[in-house]
Nanobody, 116 residues
Framework: QVQLVESGGGLVQPGGSLRLSCTASRSVRNFLSMGWYRQAPGKQRELVAIITSGGGTTYADSVKGRFTISRDNAKNTMDLQMNSLKPEDTAVYYC??????????WGQGTQVTVSP
């Protein structure tokens, strides 16, 4: 079982920045893809960004140009740099990983709140 631990959430003003990190219990080289999802109160969990083993990235339209996903094979981490944050970005952010064998894992989530 893969363990994923998120960090870096918090409270930030609109227009501010936060950097989320996801640390995996094994090398991120083992993952076909990794990503970030978020869930706001009363809403379904939605995709934010994905990065594949080859470095390809996909972003939700709502975060394109503002968020950047990256992974560091040496540190077993995946990060999400979030700039120009908006109140509608407020949510619990979850780290996700999919292995080549089809096993999926989720982190426990980290709260991001964007408010004046």
């Amino acid at each position: 079982q893969v363990q994923l631990v998120e960090s870096g959430g918090g409270l930030v003003q609109p227009g501010g920045s936060l950097r989320l990190s996801c640390t995996a219990s094994r090398s991120v080289r083992n993952f076909l893809s990794m990503g970030w999802y978020r869930q706001a109160p009363g809403k379904q969990r939605e995709l934010v960004a994905i990065i594949t083993s080859g470095g390809g990235t996909t972003y939700a339209d709502s975060v394109k140009g503002r968020f950047t996903i990256s992974r560091d094979n040496a540190k077993n981490t995946m990060d999400l740099q979030m700039n120009s944050l908006k109140p509608e970005d407020t949510a619990v952010y979850y780290c996700y990983a999919l292995t080549y064998s089809g096993q999926s894992s989720w982190g426990q989530g980290t709260q991001v709140t964007v408010s004046p």
